[in-house]
């Protein structure tokens, strides 16, 4: 789910706190070393998410933020800031020629460079929440 988030939205915060969870506490945000990542050049997104990229030769920018239950990618379109909120059961990671984020049948897709680079540990760290969240829902196997 997309959201403008350029001003504050009371009803917008709720739904993202509702699936993603809250932010980390200050406290919780240095023992984590960080729950957000540095801005990464947008190379792509799905057809949905077309409008929300800047139509001019302008570069896109995108970051990621950890939350609890999930994570939120932020997206700058001039003044505007768009924020997509993703559950980690919905989450899924891909890392080819470029780093992509897919979710609810959308995606978003940044270019590995310098940038990525720096982010790597970060990306670490995200895979790493994804993992343990995704051990919760283990299926378990019938024994006949």
């Known amino acids: 789910m997309i959201f403008e988030t350029t001003y504050k939205n009371k009803d917008a915060t709720a739904t993202i706190n509702d699936l993603?969870?809250?932010p980390y506490s200050?406290?919780?945000?240095?023992?984590?070393?960080?729950?957000?990542?540095?801005?990464?050049?947008?190379?792509?997104?799905?057809?949905?998410?077309?409008?929300?990229?800047?139509?001019?030769?302008?570069?896109?920018?995108?970051?990621?933020?950890?939350?609890?239950?999930?994570?939120?990618i932020h997206i700058t379109k001039g003044l505007k800031n768009f924020t997509w909120a993703i559950p980690f059961y919905q989450l899924h990671i891909y890392n080819t020629k470029t780093f992509s984020i897919h979710a609810q049948g959308n995606y978003v897709r940044f270019v590995k460079n310098k940038t990525y680079k720096e982010n790597k540990k970060f990306i670490d760290k995200l895979l790493d929440f994804k993992i343990e969240n995704d051990k919760k829902y283990d299926v378990y196997e019938m024994i006949s």
């Open 20 to 22: 993603v969870g809250k």
């Open 26 to 72: 200050f406290i919780e945000s240095i023992k984590l070393k960080g729950t957000g990542s540095k801005r990464m050049i947008v190379d792509d997104v799905s057809l949905g998410f077309k409008s929300i990229l800047n139509t001019v030769s302008d570069i896109n920018y995108g970051n990621i933020e950890i939350r609890k239950k999930g994570i939120l």
